[in-house]
């Protein structure tokens, strides 16, 4: 069974700098998609970026890019210019391909950005 | 820019009741989904929907819980006789594709409290 691990309940960063999230995850699939989605205090959670596992290169979507290290099973995500609109709770989740349409969540980790 | 909403916000209710959340889809999507979030735990698939059937479900989706897309537009999830461990956050779902595929996005409501005393 696939698990997925956010070590860090909480960080807070200060506005306009550079945070990074960890997330560790266990499969024995070879192919599979990472996620990290994001739920603002009172708002839906919303997809932040997705990783498909046999891309080499990591995702980027403006401020946020992954480093995401197969071997090692480890999906981070970096916030550059951390803004105040970050502040959320962010999950990690992985989907396998083996038909299974479920996503697996980590338990989240909540960030602050700090004006 | 379309959302997914869900009925009730919050709802309280005794040990033993029925409750019903709603849910409303995006309108073109295809595929739904009930997950919830027990306080500090993780997220946990329910079950998956489409083409009006369940197309996969968890362990904890057992015989109390059941789900229906009634009108074409709701999707809703039924708890027959709610236990205290029921208390949760539960969030619906949508995409057009499953998540494996390039245009699977999952859509997801804001989520409905439910609290069982």
């Known amino acids: 069974a696939q698990t997925v691990t956010q070590s860090q309940p909480e960080m807070s960063v200060q506005e306009a700098e550079t945070v990074t999230l960890s997330c560790t995850y266990d499969t024995s699939e070879n192919n599979y998609y990472l996620f990290w989605y994001k739920q603002p205090p009172s708002r839906q959670m919303i997809l932040v970026i997705r990783q498909e596992a046999y891309k080499q290169q990591n995702a980027t979507e403006n401020r946020f890019s992954v480093n995401f290290q197969k071997a090692a099973k480890s999906f981070s995500l970096k916030i550059s210019d951390s803004q105040l609109g970050d502040t959320a709770m962010y999950f990690c989740a992985f989907e396998g391909q083996g038909g299974s349409e479920k996503l697996v969540f980590g338990k989240g980790m909540k960030l602050t950005v700090n004006p | 820019e379309p959302e997914v909403t869900q009925t009730p916000s919050h709802q309280v209710t005794q040990m033993g009741q029925e409750v019903i959340l709603r849910c409303v889809p995006i309108s073109n999507h295809l595929y739904f989904y009930w997950y919830r979030q027990i306080l500090g735990q993780k997220v946990e698939f329910l079950v998956s929907f489409y083409n009006n059937e369940i197309s996969e479900k968890s362990e904890i989706f057992d015989d109390q819980f059941s789900v229906e897309r009634p009108d074409g537009s709701n999707f809703t999830l039924k708890i027959r006789s709610t236990k205290l461990e029921d208390s949760a956050m539960y969030f619906c779902?949508?995409?057009?594709?499953?998540?494996?595929?390039?245009?699977?996005?999952?859509?997801f409501g804001e989520g409905s409290r439910l609290t069982v005393l």
């Open positions: 779902a949508s995409s057009v594709a499953p998540p494996f595929r390039n245009t699977g996005e999952l859509f």
